[in-house]
């Protein structure tokens, strides 16, 4: 895993992956008209602007004294721009955009910091010391790497949120898909589920995909499909939301002291009587067939009332990654690479298309719409493996959320880049949090 200096050998598709990776998060804020780029779109989370710097602190920050040591230009920027947050239960941000560097300093500071790196890692490149070189350059890039593309990502939740006429939408918005659609859930015999990554895999994996292990899990049945929006319907129609027993106590505090009745994707514009999926550049009519989006607390209550549970995440991943002669996939659909014919990821669109528009990513059990389209809620409480160390680097990129109140969400989404679709990938959000490219399906422990 370390490496020292001269013993250093990057492979050349990381700086590509990395090049990639800002041109990605780049494109993102293209998309909001610069006077906008100091909203705050989500109450819980900071200034767009935040983000910009935060970026390249991040990296910056990694990089120095690990990989090279870079002059000490900004120390109060690489600071300022150091960390997100995610305030659990209150505790909601107060700064003013007036309390913020002006977009001409954070976007020097950003290019600054770009050239900083890339001359520290040309010169790493050819074996030229510049200082520090304790950790593996592999590892730290693809920590640089993910961890901007998994901005990419909570970014979009982000300005999903912003209001239409603060944005500029892209030239080429993809058309939606429609899928023929079977029905009824699929049952999965028992056998074991492969969890993790194992530390002798020469894969890159965050601290929390560590140990590989199997868990055996007892035969139950899962839907087919993610649950969509015309299933999610009914459930509201015939009064969910007001169905006290549907509801956890904690879950019907939080829906009843934020005034909560229906999905944060949905509206009503104009206090009509139809339902409005709020897309990411435009509103359009409920589409019946997309995946609903909602919290973990509304996927509970849901799954309550249709009498099934959440899957945990060792039945969501044997229903994904198994197959009937008991080994585990590298994908769901087998071992070939992804491709868009295999589920709506790698930023292909801005938002979900039909749960059935990809049965050739679908798994060796037939369950379909498993990478792509919406994350899925599981059961699980983000927790570590039993093998868990974090980085030491980065000690608080997942046991700060080792709390008891963040569930374990499995999948991807339309805005999820392809090389986090490795079956070890975890993501974990709390159980209130309404804006996550996230759904779900639910299984049946009871089996006829
Ligand atoms: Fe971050």
Redesign the pocket.
């Known amino acids: 895993m370390l490496a020292t200096n001269h013993e250093i050998d990057i492979p050349g598709a990381l700086f590509c992956s990395l090049a990639d990776a800002r041109r990605a998060t780049d494109a993102l804020f293209n998309i909001v008209r610069p006077d906008s780029l100091y909203e705050r779109p989500i109450p819980e989370r900071h200034r767009i602007i935040f983000y910009i710097g935060?970026?390249e602190a991040?990296d910056r920050n990694l990089f120095q004294g690990r990989l090279f040591s870079l002059p000490d230009s900004s120390p109060q920027l690489d600071r300022l721009f150091a960390?997100?947050i995610d305030p659990v239960g209150g505790g909601l941000p107060t700064d003013q955009p007036s309390d913020w560097p002006s977009l001409g300093e954070v976007r020097k500071y950003v290019q600054g910091v770009r050239h900083e790196i890339d001359e520290g890692l040309r010169k790493l490149g050819q074996g030229i010391s510049t200082g520090g070189g304790e950790f593996s350059p592999v590892l730290l890039l693809n920590v640089a790497i993910e961890?901007r593309l998994?901005?990419a990502e909570t970014l979009a939740y982000m300005l999903h949120r912003l209001p239409y006429d603060r944005k500029i939408a892209p030239a080429n918005i993809p058309n939606s898909l429609a899928g023929d659609r079977a029905s009824g859930m699929v049952v999965i015999p028992s056998g074991a589920a492969t969890l993790g990554l194992s530390r002798s895999d020469d894969a890159f994996g965050w601290d929390n995909e560590y140990e590989r292990h199997t868990v055996e899990v007892p035969s139950f049945a899962i839907d087919r499909y993610k649950t969509s929006n015309a299933e999610y319907l009914e459930f509201l129609d015939s009064g969910g939301y007001a169905n006290r027993k549907l509801w956890s106590d904690a879950d019907w505090a939080w829906k009843e002291s934020n005034g909560i009745s229906h999905p944060a994707f949905w509206e009503k514009p104009d206090n009509g009587a139809e339902w409005f999926w709020k897309g990411m550049f435009a509103a359009i009519p409920l589409p019946l067939d997309w995946p609903v989006y909602v919290s973990h607390a509304e996927a509970n209550a849901y799954a309550r009332w249709a009498g099934k549970s959440l899957p945990t995440e060792a039945q969501w991943q044997r229903a994904a990654y198994g197959a009937p002669d008991g080994q585990s996939r590298q994908y769901p659909w087998g071992a070939k690479s992804s491709d868009a014919t295999r589920g709506n990821f790698d930023f292909l669109n801005w938002d979900p298309v039909s749960v059935a528009a990809h049965p050739a990513g679908a798994s060796a059990f037939g369950v379909e719409d498993i990478l792509g389209n919406g994350w899925e809620w599981t059961s699980t409480v983000f927790a570590p493996f039993q093998g868990f160390e974090p980085f030491s680097f980065y000690r608080g990129y997942s046991a700060d959320f080792f709390d008891g109140k963040h569930f374990v969400i499995k999948g991807a989404s339309a805005r999820t880049a392809a090389c986090m679709l490795r079956p070890s990938f975890r993501n974990w959000f709390q159980a209130h949090y309404q804006y996550v490219y996230a759904g779900f399906r639910c299984v049946s422990n009871q089996l006829a």
Do not use: K
Request: proline content about 0%; aromatic content about 24%.
């Open positions: 935060h970026l991040f960390f997100g961890h998994m901005h």
